[in-house]
């Protein structure tokens, strides 16, 4: 049974039940309808958002900044040189005082062993609903928004396609593992089944891949992994090639991008999109870096859905708003 999940924190999908990501989605599907037909929707007048970004961002910002709008409240784009974290602050007391300001708050925090603390203490303080936009662990509004997706390039359901979550190459940026960690997440537990591939480096935290297995076999989903890119790809049906540090292995960023120059040739190309099924999509949560995650060919091909993903960020944001706060 769905409860009401007004005040509801959003740190991670895991801590949400199938009925209440159901009930996200659906909101998220009718507010979506409202703003192609241009009907006003504004489900939260005169509410205020705090936003609070230690990372620059394009679609989690807009998306959430634009969102609030179209709901009838604003949001404040906050990083820490505009708050007194900078100063010493600490999570707790800026809790204390933004939840008595406003009516929710929403935090991206990537700091690898930090972030999901961070959020974690503002949320235990908090008396407003305080939603993940990116820690160092988890991205649960990139997954929903993905789900969303790949619902509806499969009207036909989604039950039983195989979903492959690859590393790829990217120079000189150590990228979060919290987008691999939330997709073998959410996706064993909605139908699909899902091949992890990525070198032997880049592994994610071993409590993840024992919950994407735990996920896999209660909802009779396949979860498997490989260090294969050409052999993961063969005959997916949705493949999300995306680059990630390793973290892991190696928490030194310096030493972490030593590891990513062994694997250039790790790239979603024609030639590995031939391997998939015909109807296959490419996905990628942006920015990808042109010419070594993907190439052109790709990522403006005819398997690309990245714009539409991309949309359906601001709809699952307001989804999310609109029922938490």
């Known amino acids: 049974m769905t409860k009401d999940l007004k005040g509801r924190h959003f740190i991670s999908t895991q801590e949400w039940s199938d009925d209440e990501i159901e009930l996200l989605l659906s909101t998220s599907a009718d507010l979506k309808k409202k703003f192609a037909a241009g009907e006003p929707h504004r489900l939260l007048p005169d509410k205020t958002l705090f936003m609070m970004f230690y990372e620059q961002s394009t679609r989690t910002r807009n998306s959430f900044e634009a969102g609030m709008t179209q709901l009838g409240g604003h949001a404040h784009d906050l990083t820490p040189e505009k708050l007194q974290v900078s100063h010493g602050e600490t999570a707790e007391d800026t809790a204390r005082v933004l939840s008595r300001f406003g009516h929710g708050i929403s935090i991206r925090n990537c700091d690898w062993g930090k972030g999901n603390r961070f959020l974690r203490s503002v949320a235990g303080m908090s008396t407003v609903p305080v939603i993940n936009m990116q820690c160092d662990l988890y991205h649960p509004c990139q ?3 993905d789900l969303m997706t790949i619902r509806e390039k499969f009207p036909d359901g989604i039950r039983g396609r195989r979903m492959v979550v690859s590393w790829t190459y990217a120079p000189s940026y150590v990228r979060p593992i919290s987008v691999p960690q939330s997709e073998i997440l959410l996706m064993t537990r909605f139908g699909l089944d899902v091949t992890l591939v990525h070198p032997p480096e880049f592994k994610l935290l071993p409590e993840f891949i024992a919950q994407a297995k735990t996920n896999a076999a209660a909802t009779g989903t396949k979860f498997e992994m490989m260090d294969d890119m050409d052999a993961a790809f063969e005959g997916a049906h949705i493949v999300y090639p995306k680059s ?5 292995h190696e928490p030194d960023r310096e030493a ?8 250039p040739g790790w790239v979603c190309n024609e030639e590995r999109m031939a391997l998939t099924d015909p109807g296959s999509i490419y996905m990628h949560p942006l920015p990808a870096s042109r010419g070594s995650e993907v190439t052109d060919a790709v990522i403006d091909g005819p398997h690309s859905v990245v714009w539409d993903e991309a949309e359906n960020r601001l709809h699952t944001a307001k989804g999310l708003m609109a029922l938490t706060m």
Not at 256 to 263: L, N, S, T
């Open 143 to 145: 997954a929903v928004a």
């Open 244 to 248: 990630w540090g390793c973290l892991v």
């Open 256 to 263: 972490a991008v030593q590891h990513i120059e062994k694997y």
